[in-house]
Structure formats: C-alpha cells, structure tokens
C-alpha cells in the first residue's frame, strides 16, 4: 500500500512541477517587457522573432503583409557581420584611419575623367600596427568636393567584406575636384553599437509629473517597463496602437493626473572602458582617411557625342539625389531647384497655402526660419515652450498660415505638456487637405536609442496617415525630411551614433517610396556640404533645403 501511496504521490508532485513550469512561460511570455533581454554578442535575433524584440507584442499584431516588409526592411539594412572585439584583444588589431588608405582608381585604364563619367576610389583599411584588416563592417563616409566652386556630392560607399571598400562618386562639374573619406566607426565599435540598441533601448530616461491639489509625485515612463516594481499607468494610443507607459504614482494620484512629459537624463557606465577606446574623437570616431597619393583629380569637359542611330549616349546613373554647386543645392532628377533669394519670392509662393509641420527639432528649423525671414509673418503667443511648441503664425495680406507641432513619445526634450502630446498619424487625419496644404514631415532623431522595429511601426502608421490624406486629397503637397549627420563625441555615439541615423535613414527612404510625396534629402544634404555635421544643420543648408521645399510647392512651369 505504501509503495502505491508513494507511486500517486510521485505522479501529483510531478503534475505539480509541470503546471508551475507551464504557468512560469506563461508569465514569461506576458511579462516579456519586463526582462531585461541579454543575448549573446555575436549573434543577432532573427528579424521576425517577434517574442525577443523590444516590445513588439505591444500595440497591433502586424498583418502578414506588414511582417513580410518589416523582415525586407530589417534585411535590407543588415550590417556585415563581425566577430565581438573580445576583451582579451587589444586595441591595436582594431581599424586605424590613420593607417589606413584610399587611392583612386584609373577610369577604364585611363588617368582621364569627363562630367557624366564614375570616379572611384579604393579604400584599404588597416589597423594600428599598419596591417591589412581582413573583414569588412567600417563606417564610412565619402564626398567628392571643390572648395572654389562650393560644390560637393555625396559619395557612395561599396563593402567588399575583406577589408577593402570603393567610394564612387558621380562627376557632375569641371574643374579639379577633391575625394574625402571619413572613419566614423570602427568595424569593431558596430557590435557594441548594436547591443545597446537591443539591450538598452531606454537608456534615454523619461519621466511624468503626477499632481492634483497639494499631491504631486514624479514617475519613470517609457515605451517598455518592469512590471514587477510598481503598478503600470498605460497611455497606448487608442487611435495608432502605439504604446507607452508610466508607473502609477505611490500617493493618492491617479492615472489621470499626469502632467507633463519629459527628459530626465541618460544611463550612464554601460560600456567599459575598453570599449570606450572604440569611440576616441579624432583617433578613431569621425577621423580622415588619406590617400596613398593623390586625393584629387581633373575633371575635363563631357565628352561630345556622336550622333547617329545607332550610338546614343547614356544617361548618368547614380545613386545621389542632389548636389551642391555655387553654394546652391541641385536635384538630380524631378523638380527643378528654384532659388528664392528674397522674402518676395518665398511670399508669392506661399500665399493662400496653409503650411502644417510635424515631428523634432530637425522640421522646426524650416518653422524657426521662415518666420524670423518673412517680415510679415507674425506669431502668435500660444504660451508655449521654446523648445516644444506648439507654435503658429500668420501672414494675413497675403492669407498664409505655417504651423509647428512635435511628433509625440519618445520625444527627448524639457517638459511638455501632456495635452499637446500629439502622434503625426492623428494630426494627418485631422487635416482636410487640397491644393493649398503643405505637409513637411520630419521624424527620426529620436528613435535612435530603440530597435529598428520601433522606428517601422511608427512610419507605418504616418504612412496608413499620409495615404489617407491623398486619398481624399490628392492635390496636398507632402514633403519628407530624412535624417540628417550629426557631431559625434562618445556619449553623442552611444545614445545618437550617425551608424544608427543612417539606418533609420534607409527605412524612412524605403517605406515611403513610391507614394505621391517628396523627399528633402537631408542626409545628402548634410554630407555633401563643407560646414561640420549638427543635428540641426547650419543656416546655408536650411536655407538650401527650405528652396528645396518651396520649388515642390511652386515648381517651375514648363
């Protein structure tokens, strides 16, 4: 009798263990956001492994068709892969831009360039004891230059995996023209880049004022948060889906007494000091690459061609979207660049046209410019902060509204008011529409710290926006700013890195191409200029970007 007692108390405790083991990946599942997900460095999770990225469960399940394009786009931007810079290795076999060296090809086997022909310049990297590097995965970027034309394009970078790169760039104008080439990371400094974004996506820390009456208690908030410390207040979107959370205070406040939204530092000490020699301003963050011999050439004039039937000239194909010459930007392709040199110019165009920006700082550059170079452009005082908005002004004469609102969470700025907490995809579905509305979107610098995934869904749902606006108003003008090079020092690289601005960059290009909507190559833009990178570009290309908005608002008559 025993041995049977012994035999069901065996199968009850066993029943027992299964069900709490059942019920733990249960709650692991659920509490997902909760985790902190550690995952092993030289491995990448699978694109669609919708249970280990950030939050993905969060908000909408995305259509079979919306998991086919986030899998496109994810693969579409994928980094060489590296093997980790392990602790044990030395700083010495990682890339050096000072040993390393670009040289320019011959064209055709001839030391002869003419406007409409590639120039190309082998890159050969090397690390600090001057050896070869054997695998791709540098950052780099490249410009082709002339300083007495103020001319410059931006260059395109090829990985051929072995250590070896070719920056080709387009010649578009006479004359002698310069090649520079720019370390921005290391192939090594990538993987450390790479673990932060997936392991410390809120390394940017938000918080909420709470207060009613005399009661008033600050909250951490972000797009994810541990579950297990306190109480959750959730702010999802009702309209997008987009999440985000704050933790309920302790007092006696509820959800509903949240005030603000703002910034409240950073994470700090999440990489080790070693791994801070990847990120040495001048040595091997942002630092030049020389040529092995020259780093010019002579660009003759195009070539004549030879008329006939049956030898035709080809086009110039090239991948750059614009470039500079005489300080002016130039469209390759499309609308032709006007040049609207005074406030006549830029008022004619812009009368009778309501002009509607949204997003960060980058849009509220063009909203800081135009009212401070239209005289007749007043603002009107919505007791709005400086930095935040939202703002407004009016040129009553000439009927023409411009308006600025930020994009909402995450945004990283000083303290916001929650009721002016607006998501773009909701701001769109407000607007009527037509012919005389401008739409300028601009939204990037502040996904940088989150998974890729992240930035999609939120485009995805802009995108769903702007699609519906043009549905019902096709003759709207939609413009869209790209991310822009910023200045990089070590704390700039880990939260705001130009390797995860470039990413984003390439989404936004893909997700909305094809749609009936413009785009201000700002990346280009930003590279092809001689003035240093910042996140908020200098005035001679604002002002070359605002010529840029303006000839798709008012563009030239054929």
């Given at each position: 009798?025993?041995?049977?007692?012994?035999?069901?108390?065996?199968?009850?405790?066993?029943?027992?263990?299964?069900?709490?083991?059942?019920?733990?990946?249960?709650?692991?599942?659920?509490?997902?956001?909760?985790?902190?997900?550690?995952?092993?460095?030289?491995?990448?999770p699978?694109?669609?492994d919708?249970?280990?990225?950030?939050?993905?469960?969060?908000?909408?399940?995305p259509?079979?068709?919306?998991a086919?394009?986030?899998?496109?786009l994810?693969?579409?931007?994928?980094?060489?892969?590296?093997?980790?810079?392990?602790?044990?290795?030395?700083?010495?076999?990682t890339?050096?831009?000072?040993?390393?060296?670009?040289?320019?090809?011959?064209?055709?086997?001839?030391?002869?360039?003419h406007?409409?022909?590639?120039?190309?310049?082998?890159?050969?990297?090397?690390?600090f004891?001057?050896?070869?590097?054997?695998?791709?995965?540098?950052?780099?970027?490249?410009?082709?230059?002339?300083?007495?034309?103020?001319?410059?394009?931006?260059?395109?970078v090829?990985?051929?995996?072995?250590?070896?790169?070719?920056?080709i760039?387009?010649?578009?104008?006479?004359?002698?023209v310069?090649?520079?080439?720019?370390?921005?990371?290391?192939?090594?400094?990538?993987?450390v880049?790479?673990?932060?974004?997936?392991?410390?996506?809120?390394?940017?820390?938000?918080?909420?004022?709470?207060?009613?009456?005399?009661?008033?208690?600050?909250?951490?908030?972000?797009?994810?948060?541990p579950?297990?410390?306190?109480p959750?207040c959730?702010y999802?979107?009702?309209?997008?889906?987009?999440?985000w959370?704050?933790?309920?205070?302790?007092?006696?406040?509820?959800?509903?007494?949240?005030?603000n939204?703002?910034?409240?530092?950073?994470?700090?000490?999440?990489i080790?000091?070693?791994e801070?020699?990847?990120?040495?301003?001048?040595?091997?963050?942002?630092?030049?690459?020389?040529?092995?011999?020259?780093?010019?050439?002579?660009?003759?004039?195009?070539?004549?061609?030879?008329?006939?039937s049956?030898?035709?000239?080809?086009?110039?194909?090239?991948?750059a979207?614009?470039?500079?010459?005489?300080?002016?930007?130039r469209?390759?392709?499309?609308?032709?660049?006007?040049?609207?040199?005074?406030?006549?110019?830029?008022?004619?165009?812009?009368?009778?046209?309501?002009?509607?920006?949204?997003?960060?700082?980058?849009?509220?550059?063009?909203?800081?410019?135009?009212?401070?170079?239209?005289?007749?452009?007043?603002?009107?005082?919505?007791?709005?902060?400086?930095?935040?908005?939202?703002?407004?002004a009016?040129?009553?004469?000439?009927?023409?509204?411009?308006?600025?609102?930020?994009?909402?969470?995450?945004?990283?700025?000083?303290?916001?008011?929650?009721?002016?907490?607006?998501y773009?995809?909701?701001?769109?579905?407000?607007?009527?529409?037509?012919?005389?509305?401008?739409?300028?979107?601009?939204?990037?610098?502040?996904?940088?710290?989150?998974?890729?995934?992240?930035?999609?869904?939120?485009?995805?749902?802009?995108?769903?926006?702007?699609?519906?606006?043009?549905?019902?108003?096709?003759?709207?003008?939609?413009?869209?700013?790209?991310a822009?090079?910023?200045?990089?020092?070590?704390q700039?690289?880990?939260?705001?890195?130009?390797?995860?601005?470039?990413?984003?960059?390439?989404?936004?290009?893909?997700?909305?191409?094809?749609?009936?909507?413009?785009?201000?190559?700002?990346?280009?833009?930003?590279?092809?200029?001689?003035?240093?990178?910042?996140i908020h570009?200098?005035?001679?290309?604002?002002?070359?970007?605002?010529?840029?908005?303006?000839s798709?608002?008012?563009?030239?008559?054929?």
């Amino acid at each position: 009798m025993w041995m049977s007692l012994s035999k069901y108390i065996s199968i009850f405790l066993l029943l027992t263990l299964s069900g709490l083991f059942i019920i733990n990946i249960l709650v692991w599942k659920l509490d997902l956001c909760s985790l902190d997900l550690r995952r092993i460095h030289s491995e990448d999770p699978p694109p669609l492994d919708r249970e280990r990225s950030f939050c993905s469960h969060l908000g909408k399940e995305p259509s079979p068709e919306e998991a086919l394009e986030e899998r496109y786009l994810l693969e579409s931007i994928a980094w060489p892969e590296t093997q980790p810079w392990l602790t044990s290795s030395p700083l010495t076999q990682t890339s050096d831009p000072a040993h390393s060296l670009f040289a320019i090809l011959p064209a055709g086997g001839r030391r002869e360039w003419h406007v409409g022909d590639q120039l190309e310049a082998l890159v050969l990297m090397k690390d600090f004891q001057g050896r070869p590097k054997s695998h791709g995965g540098d950052f780099l970027l490249a410009r082709l230059h002339s300083p007495e034309l103020e001319a410059g394009v931006a260059g395109h970078v090829l990985d051929h995996r072995n250590g070896t790169y070719s920056a080709i760039f387009p010649l578009l104008w006479e004359g002698s023209v310069w090649v520079d080439v720019t370390l921005v990371h290391p192939s090594e400094a990538v993987p450390v880049l790479r673990r932060l974004r997936e392991e410390h996506p809120d390394r940017v820390l938000y918080k909420s004022l709470f207060r009613s009456g005399i009661l008033s208690e600050t909250t951490m908030c972000n797009l994810r948060l541990p579950t297990n410390q306190q109480p959750l207040c959730n702010y999802t979107d009702p309209n997008t889906g987009e999440p985000w959370y704050c933790y309920k205070p302790k007092q006696l406040l509820s959800c509903d007494t949240r005030i603000n939204h703002f910034r409240a530092g950073y994470q700090k000490d999440l990489i080790t000091d070693k791994e801070a020699l990847l990120f040495q301003s001048g040595v091997n963050l942002k630092a030049r690459i020389h040529a092995m011999a020259n780093d010019s050439v002579t660009v003759l004039p195009k070539k004549k061609e030879v008329e006939s039937s049956s030898a035709k000239a080809a086009p110039i194909r090239t991948t750059a979207s614009g470039y500079y010459f005489q300080g002016s930007w130039r469209g390759l392709g499309g609308v032709v660049i006007r040049q609207f040199k005074d406030t006549t110019a830029i008022t004619q165009c812009l009368k009778d046209k309501m002009v509607y920006m949204y997003g960060d700082s980058t849009v509220r550059q063009y909203y800081e410019f135009l009212t401070s170079f239209l005289p007749e452009l007043r603002e009107f005082n919505l007791q709005s902060p400086v930095s935040t908005g939202p703002f407004m002004a009016v040129d009553i004469p000439h009927n023409i509204l411009l308006k600025y609102r930020s994009h909402g969470p995450p945004i990283s700025w000083t303290p916001i008011s929650i009721s002016q907490l607006r998501y773009v995809a909701n701001e769109l579905d407000g607007l009527a529409g037509g012919s005389k509305t401008v739409v300028v979107i601009s939204i990037w610098a502040h996904f940088s710290t989150f998974p890729v995934q992240v930035y999609i869904r939120r485009l995805r749902h802009i995108r769903r926006a702007v699609v519906r606006l043009l549905d019902r108003a096709p003759e709207t003008v939609v413009l869209v700013r790209s991310a822009n090079l910023r200045a990089q020092s070590l704390q700039e690289s880990l939260n705001f890195s130009d390797w995860f601005s470039v990413q984003l960059d390439e989404v936004l290009k893909a997700m909305f191409r094809g749609l009936n909507i413009f785009f201000v190559d700002a990346w280009e833009m930003t590279l092809a200029h001689h003035l240093p990178h910042d996140i908020h570009p200098h005035p001679p290309i604002i002002k070359n970007m605002i010529n840029t908005i303006l000839s798709h608002i008012c563009p030239v008559k054929n």
